[in-house]
Every structure is written in C-alpha cells, then in structure tokens.
C-alpha cells in the first residue's frame, strides 16, 4: 500500500514538522543498535531538544552498544481508537562528555522513569527522519472473489 497525503488515505506521510511534533508528544521510544552481528533493541525514555534526541542511561549494554555503533535507528510511536502513527529517526548517537552538553542536556528536563542512577546523557543527531500516519478502519473490499 502506497503512502499517499490526503487525510482520510489510510497512510499518511507526516512533514518533518508533524515527524518531530509527534515525537515530541510522546517520551517511550525504542534504541535499535547492533552488536557482535546482532540486533539490540532498548526501550528508552527520552526528550526532543533542538531537532535531536536525548536519552539517560546508565553504565551497561545500552550505553556500550550506543557507543560502538555511531549509527543508530530510533522509533517512537502512538495511537489511540481512530489512528496511529510510527516516526523512525536514522542518525549518529553521541556520549554526552563536555560540561556544556552535560548543562544544555540537564535543562531539557529528562529523568530517569525508575529508582536508578542514570549518570550518562546521550545525544541522536538524526541524518533522517521518517514518519507515517495511519488511519485506522475496516479492511477494505476485495472485487472479483468470491467467498
């Protein structure tokens, strides 16, 4: 099925704009890293801070994996009984190491969701964003077959 841009299609494809407004509507997205040829996925709390993505961790997998791959994939994604939608961001994640990023990375208000130290910010720079809208509805009639 082929995205298209009316409204009412059951695929949408959202601007940059509606990519980083929904993202920024949510803070449950998912790090897609890889490891020793295999694929590690990491549910994460996060913010949007200047078109980037920021996410707290603590010393394990997560922070090792992110650091070893320079490249990582992100995606969030919500609905409710009407639609849905899903933003994928393709870019280059960072350590967070001087005291100006660390500052910058304190103002944007992110803490950790469970009683844990999570000392270490990192920063998603995206290379690409992509995201879909789907409106949700039954499936539609299939002409020439027969039950």
């Not at 997560?62 to 490249?71: G, I, P, Q, V």
């Not at 350590?95 to 803490?111: I, K, P, Q, V, W």
């Amino acid at each position: 099925m082929d995205a298209t841009t009316t409204s009412d299609a059951p695929v949408n494809e959202l601007t940059d704009t509606e990519s980083w407004a929904r993202l920024g509507s949510v803070s449950l997205g998912r790090l897609v890293t890889t490891v020793n040829g295999w694929t590690e996925i990491f549910p994460v709390n996060f913010v949007v801070q200047n078109n980037t993505l920021l996410f707290r961790t603590a010393e394990g997998t997560k922070l090792l994996t992110a650091a070893l791959n320079e490249y990582v994939v992100f995606e969030a994604d919500d609905h409710n009984i009407a639609e849905g939608w899903s933003v994928i961001v393709r870019g280059k994640a960072r350590l967070l190491a001087t005291s100006n990023e660390l500052a910058e990375a304190r103002r944007a208000g992110l803490y950790p969701w469970i009683a844990t130290q999570k000392e270490r910010f990192v920063r998603i720079t995206p290379q690409s964003v992509t995201g879909r809208r789907f409106v949700f509805g039954p499936e539609p009639d299939v002409t020439g077959l027969s039950s």
